[in-house]
């Protein structure tokens, strides 16, 4: 049974830091991208980073460019993303999600990605 679970969510003060997690359990990693999406109230699910878990490349959305890392842990088949100097339209809902996108320029395309994560909510607010 294909399962992400993403942990490492909470309450972050302005320019503060978090690192989320996705573990996932019955399939192996290796040939798949995973992504980290978010989801606003009222707002559409939107990517924000993608690693290839193959050759570790990585994508970002221009918003968290220099803000925001994604890693891979092959042996933990585990996924992290460190985020930094979070500001307060960065609150949303983030889920991880497993994907074979076709092309470079859809790694960060909700619709390319088959399996999905429960989400875990980060608010950033003073």
């Known amino acids: 049974q294909v399962q992400l679970v993403e942990s490492g969510g909470g309450l972050v003060q302005p320019g503060g830091s978090l690192r989320l997690s996705c573990a996932a359990s019955?399939?192996?990693?290796?040939?798949?991208?995973i992504g980290w999406f978010r989801q606003a109230p009222g707002k559409e699910r939107e990517g924000v980073s993608s690693?290839?878990?193959?050759?570790?490349?990585?994508y970002y959305e221009d918003s968290v460019k220099g803000r925001f890392t994604i890693s891979r842990d092959i042996a933990k088949n585990t996924v992290y993303l460190q985020m930094n100097s979070l500001k307060p339209e960065d609150t949303a809902i983030y889920y991880c999600?497993?994907?074979?996108?076709?092309?470079?320029?859809?790694?960060?395309?909700?619709?390319?990605?088959?399996?999905w994560g429960q989400g875990t909510q980060v608010t950033v607010s003073s």
């Open positions: 019955g399939f192996t990693l290796d040939y798949y991208h």
């Open positions: 999600a497993a994907g074979q996108p076709l092309i470079a320029t859809m790694v960060l395309q909700p619709h390319e990605y088959d399996y």
């Open positions: 690693i290839t878990i193959s050759d570790g490349s990585t």
